[in-house]
């Protein structure tokens, strides 16, 4: 059985506030992993409510590295998150991803070494498949809305995470290429990883900026060139938005893969699980954890 739905939003680099809402209220979380990015905006759009959280903070004060990702996961699934579209800035390794085009991603590699990438790494042990990261309801509600909005998108793609703040060297850039992924950015993981073992569906919408560095014809990535993309993509990310909080609910969810993930996730004998642990994981495997 689902239970009732709740949207989150997580906003990436050029999408740090949200406009056109009929309510907003901005609003202090505290979490056992720290604070999260930025205080969370609660907005209510035809009157459904969202949870809104700018990744890097409002005026991009956060490099992507230290992102508290487990705070920014726990403070959504604190306010009843269920589902969270995460739109995020990215390059592309592909000719035909052009500037300005969207990615509906379905799969990462996740290349970065220096983060927290599990709220299960003290005492406690869970293994979550990660084999299908994305929701597949969830996908087929932002493309749904793209189309009806008429922007450029592209069902599917391979995003690769790189740990930044640093752009690629040239033969990153190409190795990444002949690996077959589409896209490239610094952001995604873990925050997937997290949502999935906090049983919160996932959808990564990803913003082309650029073509990265490998492209002969275009000028070396800067962050001129994308921030002047970043601006028109944000206007049409804040579109698909409302969009997708219109009709999100229409779209079946009840075989996700993220759904009751912990059931056959945690591998660590119940009498050894302490009190204060399960205390910390409450908000994220609590329905897991504190069963009799």
Not at 133 to 152: D, V
Not at 191 to 200: C, P, S, T, V
Not at 279 to 284: A, C, G, P, T, V
Request: glycine share 6%; hydrophobic share 35%.
């Amino acid at each position: 059985m689902i239970k009732k739905r709740k949207l989150g939003i997580i906003g990436g680099s050029g999408l740090y506030k949200m406009e056109g809402f009929d309510t907003t209220k901005w609003k202090n979380i505290k979490t056992p992993w720290g604070k999260p990015s930025d205080s969370i905006l609660i907005a209510k759009y035809k009157g459904e409510e969202i949870i809104f959280l700018p990744r890097h903070s409002r005026g991009h004060k956060i490099n992507p590295t230290n992102i508290n990702f487990r705070a920014n996961i726990d403070a959504m699934k604190q306010q009843g998150v269920t589902d969270i579209i995460s739109v995020s800035a990215v390059g592309s390794l592909k000719e035909n991803l052009n500037p300005g085009k969207f990615v509906i991603v379905d799969q990462f590699i996740d290349r970065t070494f220096s983060r927290a990438k599990t709220f299960f790494d003290e005492e406690i042990v869970a293994h979550v498949s990660m084999a299908k990261p994305t929701s597949p309801g969830l996908s087929n509600c932002c493309e749904t809305a793209l189309k009806k909005l008429n922007i450029q998108n592209q069902r599917n793609g391979t995003y690769i995470v790189m740990e930044g703040p640093q752009f690629s060297t040239l033969a990153e850039s190409n190795l990444y290429r002949t690996w077959g992924a589409d896209v490239i950015g610094m952001t995604n993981m873990p925050e997937a990883k997290l949502a999935r073992e906090a049983e919160i569906r996932y959808c990564t919408v990803a913003m082309v900026t650029d073509y990265d560095c490998w492209h002969p014809d275009h000028d070396e990535v800067d962050v001129n060139m994308v921030i002047q993309t970043l601006m028109k993509n944000a206007s049409n990310a804040q579109n698909m938005i409302k969009e997708v909080i219109k009709t999100f609910k229409d779209f079946p969810v009840e075989k996700d893969p993220a759904n009751d993930c912990l059931n056959v996730a945690i591998i660590t004998d119940p009498k050894l699980r302490t009190k204060k642990t399960i205390k910390k994981l409450n908000n994220i495997a609590g329905r897991v954890l504190n069963k009799k």
